[in-house]
């Protein structure tokens, strides 16, 4: 029986990945067989990733460096990737940012503008471009976005990031359907997961309020995993502009 989560022969580009969701995904499909692209601005932490990762697995893992939010900079990523690899059959568009302020009036542009640059305009352009080429090669391929809860169920303290990730919702559906049949793009609307960002929250006031989720716990890293190996590979290949929710139940 074909194993419709083994993603042998292909190549994942995953960014974000030298840490939390990305990294437990990047792990994750190069375990599945998958060859793995490992993108962020650090270049360091992207390569000790990488080969971390290879020498576990045995795949071919590499890791390069890109801003998202720098358009530009995604042409020069999507053409490393295809030179080294000559093919990207899965992108996971993972990096994002949602940075604190104390009062919507205290949003600066700059702030507003690089929440919606790394969290939506930067998958746009990437799946843009790795996209076309999916179809141009013929093979197709799937896109997974990860947006939020908090582009259902905003807050005043994240509203720039709820926003952006809203749009990525919505982008979602669109490319969907300009992208389809041969390519399938779906987004997992992530809950509360405790990466390395959350060492730096009160965690007393994070159990309170965790009791309010139906799990009553935030998430592990390694819990997105089985939502992206789904929707990465064959096992997902009648869903596209989906939204699976991984949020332990968060009302």
Same mark, same amino acid.
């Given at each position: &029986?074909?194993? @419709?989560?083994?993603?042998?022969?292909?190549?994942?580009?995953?960014?974000?990945?030298?840490?939390?969701?990305?990294? =437990? &995904?990047?792990?994750?499909?190069?375990? $599945?067989?998958?060859?793995? @692209?490992?993108?962020?601005?650090?270049?360091?932490?992207?390569?000790?990733?990488?080969?971390?990762?290879?020498?576990?697995?045995?795949?071919?893992?590499?890791?390069?460096? $890109?801003?998202?939010?720098?358009?530009?900079?995604?042409?020069?990523?999507?053409?490393? @990737? %295809?030179?080294?690899?000559?093919?990207?059959?899965?992108?996971?568009?993972?990096?994002? &940012?949602?940075?604190? %302020?104390?009062?919507?009036?205290?949003?600066?542009?700059?702030?507003?503008?690089?929440?919606?640059?790394?969290?939506?305009?930067?998958?746009?352009?990437?799946?843009?471009?790795?996209?076309?080429? +999916?179809?141009?090669?013929?093979?197709?391929?799937?896109?997974?976005?990860?947006?939020?809860?908090?582009?259902?169920?905003?807050?005043?303290? !994240?509203?720039? %990031?709820? +926003? =952006?990730?809203?749009?990525?919702?919505?982008? !979602?559906?669109?490319?969907?359907?300009?992208?389809?049949?041969?390519?399938?793009?779906?987004? /997992?609307?992530?809950?509360?997961?405790?990466?390395?960002?959350?060492? $730096?929250?009160? &965690?007393?006031?994070?159990?309170?309020?965790?009791?309010?989720?139906?799990?009553?716990?935030?998430?592990?890293?390694?819990? /997105? @995993?089985?939502?992206?190996?789904?929707?990465?590979?064959?096992?997902?290949? %009648?869903? !596209?502009?989906? +939204?699976?929710?991984?949020?332990?139940?968060?009302?």
């Amino acid at each position: &029986m074909h194993n @419709v989560f083994d993603l042998s022969g292909r190549t994942s580009l995953v960014t974000g990945g030298s840490r939390g969701l990305g990294l =437990a &995904m990047a792990e994750a499909f190069a375990e $599945a067989g998958s060859d793995v @692209v490992i993108a962020s601005r650090d270049r360091t932490a992207c390569e000790a990733a990488a080969d971390t990762i290879a020498a576990r697995t045995g795949r071919r893992v590499v890791g390069l460096s $890109a801003h998202v939010g720098h358009w530009d900079e995604l042409s020069d990523l999507v053409d490393a @990737v %295809y030179e080294r690899f000559g093919r990207v059959d899965v992108l996971v568009n993972n990096a994002g &940012m949602s940075p604190l %302020y104390d009062t919507l009036g205290s949003v600066t542009e700059a702030l507003f503008d690089k929440v919606v640059d790394v969290n939506l305009k930067g998958p746009f352009r990437l799946s843009a471009l790795v996209g076309e080429r +999916m179809l141009a090669d013929g093979r197709g391929g799937s896109i997974v976005n990860i947006s939020s809860a908090a582009s259902l169920r905003p807050r005043s303290h !994240t509203l720039p %990031y709820a +926003m =952006a990730k809203a749009g990525l919702n919505a982008m !979602t559906v669109g490319l969907a359907h300009a992208l389809g049949p041969k390519v399938r793009v779906n987004a /997992i609307i992530a809950g509360t997961f405790l990466t390395d960002v959350s060492k $730096a929250w009160d &965690m007393d006031a994070f159990e309170h309020r965790a009791q309010t989720f139906a799990l009553q716990r935030g998430g592990r890293p390694d819990e /997105i @995993v089985g939502a992206a190996l789904f929707l990465a590979g064959d096992a997902s290949s %009648y869903a !596209t502009g989906s +939204m699976l929710t991984v949020d332990g139940g968060q009302p």
